[in-house]
């Protein structure tokens, strides 16, 4: 039974293991470069799955949609494309290591400034009023949030903190790993500037893809990781400034953008909404099964507003102990230990512990294995 949903979703729907087979056997082209049906046929899988991304993630045109290798390489992309020295970035505590690390990179080489803002270990959210005070210490370049903690699943209020990020002149990362393909993202709406995610995630396509969403006139502010062939402009030395290519030099992961494609035809057709209500169903139902347990601590909040991760401590057992257990006694392969969010884990009390488990259900997560899993973290508690 697979509960590691949160790291990389399995499996994948038909459709998405059919659309890279075929690709690799019979069109695997080089998209945009070349004059023959096999480019053509790979282009417009592109093209295609540029839109499928706009439209569940709120961008206004796919030609802000940039292929990426995963979250990382999006978020590297805006924090080596977009600080110079001196630049004050703030973070928070729920940051990831693809974003806690670039950036304690870059605090020697450009020289940035990275302030942090810490969280409510109850309720898992934000704390605002920090947030506020930060933004007005000194000026900010650029804010980064993560829209749910890949550790408490908590989903933050990022309309809210993206309008006072706006409102003090900085711009907005959203880094959206946890959350795109889950619940309805938005970009536009929320006024995010860039937006972070992964391909392989709630998004359901294979791994090796990723995608980063730059708001329209933003690209004049943000330099390309990579230089390179784009197939477009090729009789010029510069590095095309038109979008998306200008983030897109080197051949793209054909197959794996050929799955993403399907996989997002995939959540577009089934309904996003009622995916997702199902999903949360189900992650409310194991939350609230574990919560009956005795000594058990819960890392993930009682409220509505989480996506589909619990993470938990038993009393007086390792994290990494019980993930061995339920992987060898009862084949629950889930995932145990820091979650590369250490910040987060010293703010939750959990650091010391080495971690937490962490149970995360998937769209094909059955009622039963939910009960199964229940029972299953009954029993280690039981007997430890
Ligand atoms: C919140 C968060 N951000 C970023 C990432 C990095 O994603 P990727 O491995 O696709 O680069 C993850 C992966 O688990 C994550 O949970």
Redesign the pocket.
């Known amino acids: 039974m697979y509960l590691d949903n949160?790291?990389t979703t399995f499996p994948k729907p038909d459709c998405v293991c059919d659309a890279v087979d075929r690709s690799m056997r019979f069109g695997a082209a080089a998209a945009g470069r070349g004059n023959h049906q096999g480019t053509y046929d790979a282009d417009r899988i592109v093209t295609e799955c540029r839109r499928y991304l706009a439209k569940l993630l709120g961008v206004p045109s796919p030609s802000q949609v940039v292929f990426t290798?995963?979250?990382?390489?999006s978020?590297n992309t805006v924090f080596r494309g977009f600080l110079n020295h001196g630049d004050r970035v703030l973070a928070s505590c729920l940051?990831?290591n693809?974003?806690l690390r670039p950036l304690q990179a870059m605090k020697e080489q450009p020289g940035i400034i990275v302030d942090m803002i810490d969280f409510d270990p109850v309720s898992g959210l934000i704390d605002i009023d920090m947030f506020a005070r930060e933004l007005q210490k000194q000026p900010v370049r650029l804010v980064v949030l993560?829209h749910?903690?890949?550790v408490t699943g908590r989903i933050q209020p990022v309309r809210e903190l993206s309008l006072l990020a706006q409102a003090a002149g900085a711009a907005v990362l959203l880094?959206a790993?946890?959350t795109a393909g889950h619940i309805a993202v938005q970009m536009h709406d929320w006024q995010i500037d860039f937006l972070?995610a992964?391909g392989?995630?709630g998004l359901l396509g294979p791994l090796g893809t990723?995608v980063l969403c730059i708001r329209k006139g933003l690209e004049n502010q943000l330099q390309p990781l990579r230089f390179g062939g784009t197939g477009t402009a090729s009789e010029s030395l510069e590095q095309p400034n038109e979008m998306p290519y200008r983030y897109e030099s080197g051949n793209l992961n054909l197959p794996g953008i050929a799955g993403l494609h399907a996989a997002t035809d995939w959540i577009l057709k089934q309904s996003l909404p009622e995916l997702h209500t199902a999903a949360h169903q189900r992650t409310q139902r194991l939350l609230h099964g574990l919560s009956e347990i005795p000594n058990i601590q819960l890392l993930t909040p009682f409220t509505d507003e989480i996506t589909g991760i619990v993470s938990f401590n038993l009393a007086f057992q390792d994290c990494r102990e019980v993930a061995l257990i339920l992987d060898q006694s009862f084949d629950i392969q889930c995932r145990a230990g820091f979650?590369?969010?250490p910040l987060a884990h010293q703010t939750l009390g959990t650091f010391e512990r080495g971690g937490s488990v962490r149970l995360s259900p998937g769209v094909f997560t059955s009622d039963e294995h939910i009960q199964q899993a229940i029972e299953a973290v009954t029993a280690i508690a039981e007997h430890c």
């Open positions: 949160a790291a290798l995963n979250c990382t390489d978020l940051d990831h693809s974003v993560t749910a903690s890949n880094d790993a946890q972070a992964a392989h995630k990723g979650h590369c969010a």
